[in-house]
């Protein structure tokens, strides 16, 4: 999950305001169709993986929604078709165990959470978080890049942090996992990317959460990554747009993005490519030009049709 970082948090319409991570992280609590694909993937529509991953929405990707009605927007969501939603942080003062009566109301539940790592007080957030939402998957959201990953001594630091946090969810009855950014898949240290580090040092309990766009920012091939990453990748963000990387992205501005299906990723070759590892395909948007809602149904609707996710 990487957020947008723009001043103004405002909460206007979809496509003017768009809450800046930084902002919202001070604001939190805690912590169509086939027709509508680019005409270059129809082509990679053959064998779907057996078991299809169940899909999910990223809540980010409705923080602006959330500042002006939490039950009508959780209320759309299932009105989409979702059953199940990724949360990450609420609006001030509504704690866990409200947003938990907010999706329960909706008749959603929790398919995973991002967190913050624990570490110090953040183990017991960590805890509640998996408490209140009924959820074991507990995901270090990654935000923002950590410059200890601009070395190697650096990068096995933080692999280490990452290992201990594993090893004390596992010891809380939790599977921990991690969400990718660009900068592992494009940074290398001692020659080699960061992502290789990771997938080489970390404890085989981590699992992978590969945000899918990111990886193509990072000039990398999603499908090629996410056939190398095999069955540490767990859940896939599903978010599509021009995936391009430019200067904007180190002030936290990424370009708009749009409906899956409609922008430039190949996602039946990346699904293909994970030969039904990932249990989880995500839906995410950090940022539209459209309205938020529409964007959704559209992606819900092309996962879902196309049958490289089911609902759950």
Not at 293 to 304: K, P, T
């Amino acid at each position: 999950m990487n957020n947008s970082s723009r001043d103004n948090f405002s909460g206007l319409s979809n496509n003017q305001s768009i809450t800046p991570r930084r902002d919202f992280l001070k604001l939190s609590s805690l912590g169509l169709l086939g027709a509508a694909l680019p005409n270059y993937a129809s082509s990679f529509f053959s064998p779907i993986p057996k078991y299809p991953a169940k899909l999910s929405v990223q809540l980010y990707t409705v923080r602006d929604q959330f500042l002006k009605d939490i039950p009508g927007t959780l209320k759309k969501i299932a009105d989409i078709g979702f059953k199940y939603v990724e949360t990450a942080f609420w609006p001030e003062g509504v704690s866990i165990e409200k947003a938990s009566e907010y999706l329960n109301d909706a008749g959603l539940l929790v398919s995973s959470c991002h967190v913050e790592l624990p570490i110090g007080d953040k183990k017991q957030v960590m805890l509640d978080t998996a408490n209140a939402f009924g959820c074991s998957k507990m995901i270090w959201h990654g935000w923002p890049e950590d410059k200890r990953y601009s070395s190697v001594e650096g990068t096995k630091e933080l692999i280490g942090i990452y290992n201990e946090a594993s090893r004390f969810a596992k010891a809380n009855g939790l599977q921990f996992g991690i969400h990718n950014h660009w900068w592992e898949y494009r940074n290398k240290v001692g020659g080699r990317f960061v992502y290789e580090y990771l997938l080489e040092q970390l404890d085989k309990d981590i699992f992978f959460e590969m945000d899918t766009y990111w990886v193509k920012v990072a000039g990398q091939n999603p499908a090629a990554i996410i056939a190398k990453l095999g069955n540490r990748a767990k859940f896939l963000h599903i978010k599509d747009g021009p995936a391009l990387y430019n200067d904007k992205l180190a002030i936290d501005n990424p370009d708009p993005m749009t409906a899956v299906g409609k922008g430039t990723q190949n996602f039946p070759a990346i699904i293909n490519a994970s030969t039904g590892n990932p249990d989880w395909m995500v839906i995410e948007m950090d940022k539209t030009a459209t309205d938020v809602f529409v964007a959704l149904q559209e992606s819900f609707d092309y996962m879902i049709t196309n049958k490289l996710a089911i609902v759950g």
